[in-house]
Protein backbone atom coordinates (compact mmCIF):
# COMPACT_ATOMS: atom_id res chain seq x y z
CA UNK A 1 0.00 0.00 0.00
CA UNK A 2 1.32 3.57 -0.90
CA UNK A 3 -1.13 5.09 1.43
CA UNK A 4 -2.17 7.52 -1.08
CA UNK A 5 -5.64 8.01 -1.62
CA UNK A 6 -7.19 7.05 -4.97
CA UNK A 7 -9.38 9.42 -6.71
CA UNK A 8 -12.84 9.71 -6.33
CA UNK A 9 -15.36 9.00 -9.10
CA UNK A 10 -18.14 10.38 -6.86
CA UNK A 11 -18.36 14.11 -6.56
CA UNK A 12 -18.62 14.17 -2.90
CA UNK A 13 -17.41 17.77 -2.60
CA UNK A 14 -20.15 18.85 -4.59
CA UNK A 15 -22.81 16.55 -3.26
CA UNK A 16 -22.21 18.08 0.28
CA UNK A 17 -22.19 21.72 -0.95
CA UNK A 18 -25.22 21.33 -3.05
CA UNK A 19 -26.49 20.16 0.24
CA UNK A 20 -25.85 22.40 2.59
CA UNK A 21 -26.80 25.62 -0.23
CA UNK A 22 -30.03 23.48 -0.02
CA UNK A 23 -30.16 24.64 4.04
CA UNK A 24 -29.59 28.14 3.02
CA UNK A 25 -32.81 28.17 0.56
CA UNK A 26 -35.06 25.37 3.28
CA UNK A 27 -34.05 28.38 5.93
CA UNK A 28 -35.26 31.57 3.40
CA UNK A 29 -38.34 29.38 2.21
CA UNK A 30 -39.68 28.89 5.73
CA UNK A 31 -39.32 33.16 6.71
CA UNK A 32 -40.75 33.66 2.98
CA UNK A 33 -43.98 31.17 4.49
CA UNK A 34 -44.04 32.57 7.91
CA UNK A 35 -44.25 36.05 6.34
CA UNK A 36 -41.81 37.30 8.67
CA UNK A 37 -38.22 36.42 10.40
CA UNK A 38 -39.19 34.53 13.67
CA UNK A 39 -37.77 36.57 16.90
CA UNK A 40 -34.62 37.97 16.77
CA UNK A 41 -33.34 35.99 13.60
CA UNK A 42 -31.55 37.71 10.68
CA UNK A 43 -29.48 36.94 7.99
CA UNK A 44 -25.96 37.97 6.27
CA UNK A 45 -25.84 36.32 2.90
CA UNK A 46 -22.80 37.15 1.15
CA UNK A 47 -22.96 35.79 -2.86
CA UNK A 48 -20.88 35.94 -6.20
CA UNK A 49 -22.00 39.05 -7.78
CA UNK A 50 -20.12 37.65 -11.05
CA UNK A 51 -21.97 34.09 -11.36
CA UNK A 52 -24.24 33.04 -13.95
CA UNK A 53 -27.72 34.08 -12.85
CA UNK A 54 -27.68 36.61 -10.17
CA UNK A 55 -29.52 39.83 -11.22
CA UNK A 56 -28.64 43.09 -9.40
CA UNK A 57 -28.99 46.98 -9.96
CA UNK A 58 -26.57 48.14 -12.35
CA UNK A 59 -24.82 50.58 -9.47
CA UNK A 60 -24.67 47.58 -7.13
CA UNK A 61 -22.63 45.43 -9.73
CA UNK A 62 -20.35 48.39 -10.26
CA UNK A 63 -19.96 48.79 -7.01
CA UNK A 64 -19.72 45.65 -5.78
CA UNK A 65 -17.65 44.05 -9.01
CA UNK A 66 -16.91 40.72 -7.26
CA UNK A 67 -18.67 39.73 -3.50
CA UNK A 68 -22.09 41.45 -1.50
CA UNK A 69 -23.20 41.09 1.19
CA UNK A 70 -26.50 41.83 2.39
CA UNK A 71 -28.61 41.92 5.25
CA UNK A 72 -32.22 40.25 5.86
CA UNK A 73 -33.52 42.17 8.70
CA UNK A 74 -35.55 44.88 9.24
CA UNK A 75 -36.40 46.43 6.10
CA UNK A 76 -36.61 43.93 2.99
CA UNK A 77 -40.02 42.64 1.32
CA UNK A 78 -41.07 40.29 -1.41
CA UNK A 79 -39.27 37.72 -0.47
CA UNK A 80 -39.03 34.95 -2.93
CA UNK A 81 -37.80 31.51 -3.08
CA UNK A 82 -37.06 29.21 -6.16
CA UNK A 83 -36.01 25.72 -6.33
CA UNK A 84 -32.54 27.29 -7.25
CA UNK A 85 -32.32 30.99 -5.99
CA UNK A 86 -33.55 33.32 -4.46
CA UNK A 87 -35.10 36.91 -4.63
CA UNK A 88 -35.67 39.92 -2.02
CA UNK A 89 -36.34 43.63 -2.55
CA UNK A 90 -33.92 45.49 -0.08
CA UNK A 91 -33.29 49.45 -0.23
CA UNK A 92 -29.54 50.84 -0.60
CA UNK A 93 -29.24 54.45 -0.18
CA UNK A 94 -33.07 54.91 -0.11
CA UNK A 95 -32.94 53.35 -3.52
CA UNK A 96 -35.44 49.89 -3.78
CA UNK A 97 -34.09 47.20 -5.17
CA UNK A 98 -34.81 43.82 -6.38
CA UNK A 99 -32.26 41.46 -6.02
CA UNK A 100 -32.17 37.56 -7.64
CA UNK A 101 -29.63 35.19 -6.61
CA UNK A 102 -28.87 31.76 -7.12
CA UNK A 103 -28.08 29.60 -4.69
CA UNK A 104 -24.62 28.43 -6.54
CA UNK A 105 -23.60 32.19 -6.02
CA UNK A 106 -24.02 32.36 -1.97
CA UNK A 107 -20.20 32.09 -0.20
CA UNK A 108 -21.39 32.72 3.12
CA UNK A 109 -24.81 32.55 5.29
CA UNK A 110 -24.92 33.72 8.59
CA UNK A 111 -27.67 33.98 11.73
CA UNK A 112 -26.14 36.21 13.86
CA UNK A 113 -28.64 35.72 16.40
CA UNK A 114 -28.11 32.34 17.42
CA UNK A 115 -24.34 32.22 16.22
CA UNK A 116 -24.85 30.06 12.78
CA UNK A 117 -22.72 29.87 10.11
CA UNK A 118 -22.31 28.31 6.81
CA UNK A 119 -18.89 29.10 4.57
CA UNK A 120 -19.31 27.46 0.88
CA UNK A 121 -15.72 26.76 -1.39
CA UNK A 122 -15.58 29.38 -3.94
CA UNK A 123 -16.41 28.32 -7.12
CA UNK A 124 -15.25 29.21 -10.36
CA UNK A 125 -12.25 31.47 -11.07
CA UNK A 126 -11.52 32.67 -7.39
CA UNK A 127 -10.75 30.47 -4.82
CA UNK A 128 -9.69 32.97 -2.31
CA UNK A 129 -12.41 34.71 -0.15
CA UNK A 130 -11.91 38.74 -0.39
CA UNK A 131 -13.05 40.79 1.60
CA UNK A 132 -14.98 43.53 0.76
CA UNK A 133 -17.61 45.96 1.69
CA UNK A 134 -20.67 44.87 2.91
CA UNK A 135 -23.96 46.83 1.44
CA UNK A 136 -25.37 49.12 3.92
CA UNK A 137 -29.07 47.92 3.10
CA UNK A 138 -30.16 47.27 6.77
CA UNK A 139 -29.30 48.26 10.36
CA UNK A 140 -27.69 45.49 12.03
CA UNK A 141 -28.02 47.04 15.06
CA UNK A 142 -25.14 45.79 17.64
CA UNK A 143 -23.93 43.83 14.49
CA UNK A 144 -22.35 40.18 14.20
CA UNK A 145 -21.97 37.91 17.18
CA UNK A 146 -18.59 37.27 18.10
CA UNK A 147 -17.65 33.59 16.06
CA UNK A 148 -15.96 31.19 17.97
CA UNK A 149 -16.21 28.53 15.48
CA UNK A 150 -18.96 26.70 17.65
CA UNK A 151 -21.68 26.52 14.75
CA UNK A 152 -19.28 27.31 11.99
CA UNK A 153 -19.62 23.93 8.86
CA UNK A 154 -16.32 24.71 6.40
CA UNK A 155 -15.63 21.54 3.93
CA UNK A 156 -12.51 22.08 1.94
CA UNK A 157 -11.84 19.34 -0.27
CA UNK A 158 -8.65 19.88 -1.07
CA UNK A 159 -6.33 17.14 -1.22
CA UNK A 160 -3.20 17.17 0.16
CA UNK A 161 -0.16 15.62 -1.64
Known sequence: MTGETPESLIPYDEIVQEALRDVVGRVLGKVEKAGALPG?????????????????????????????TIVIQHRYWDLKVEEDAFSVGLSFGGVPSTLRVPFAAVTDFVDPA????LKFQANAVDPEHE?????????????PAVDDGSNVVSIDFKRKK
Do not use: C, Q, W
Request: proline share 7%.
Open 131 to 143: DHEHAENDEPGAG
Open 40 to 68: DHHFYITFNTRMPGVAIPKHLAERFAEDM
Open 114 to 117: VDFS
